[in-house]
């Protein structure tokens, strides 16, 4: 048995928890409100994840893979240094921080940890890597196999949820057994 932590990394965080292939238990928490520096998202994750490995250790810890710095800037002759950031600098440092926070807190629990890309984990729940509609597609696809109450609404958890199946199918294999047969292998 396998028990996986999938961290969905944001403002507010996703959390879904339990053994791989079954239905996690998923919660969010918000890490900072929207004047606060983000070292305090980074404190809180850390205190809360230190909590959670008191009383559960998982087996394996999976976090959303912040967007490649690629993704994040376009081309802008106009711009001083001719790009110019799609997302505010401010975020990129907050979501690359909260994923190294996660592998820096697993590291003395000796708890493996891994991340996993996005459009990977949607094309393997969902059906595609870019839904139109990306957030409301991995919900319903949540509500449908009810790893979600049908009244929630929450995104965050969802991710989570998805980060789990996607782990628990990709990473939670189990090790194929040989046969042996009085001292011969099949």
């Known amino acids: 048995m396998t028990i996986v932590l999938a961290i969905d990394a944001a403002t507010k965080v996703g959390f879904a928890l339990g053994e791989a292939g079954k239905a ?3 919660w969010s928490q918000r890490l900072k409100d929207g004047d606060d520096d983000p070292e ?9 994840l230190r909590d959670l490995f008191m009383v ?3 087996d394996l810890v ?9 993704a994040m800037i376009e081309a802008d002759s106009a711009a001083p240094r001719g790009f110019k950031f ?5 975020t990129i440092y907050l979501l690359t921080g909260l994923v190294a926070g996660v592998f ?4 003395p629990y000796g708890i493996r ?13 969902v059906g595609k890597a870019r839904p139109a509609d990306p957030k409301k597609a991995v919900l319903e696809r949540c509500w449908q196999i009810a790893y979600l109450p049908r009244d929630c609404r929450d995104d965050n958890r969802a991710d989570a949820i998805a980060l789990h199946i996607w782990a628990s199918d990709h990473l939670c294999k189990p090790a194929t057994r ?3 047969l009085m001292q011969e292998q099949a």
């Open 178 to 180: 040989e046969l042996h």
């Open 86 to 90: 799609k997302s505010n600098p401010e």
């Open 104 to 107: 820096t807190i697993c590291g």
């Open 56 to 58: 559960e250790k998982p």
């Open 113 to 125: 940890c891994r991340k996993a890309n996005v459009q990977a984990v949607r094309k393997h729940v």
């Open 24 to 26: 996690p238990r998923s």
């Open 62 to 70: 999976i976090v959303e893979a912040p967007i490649q710095m690629g």
């Open 40 to 48: 305090r998202a980074f404190k809180k994750l850390g205190i809360t």
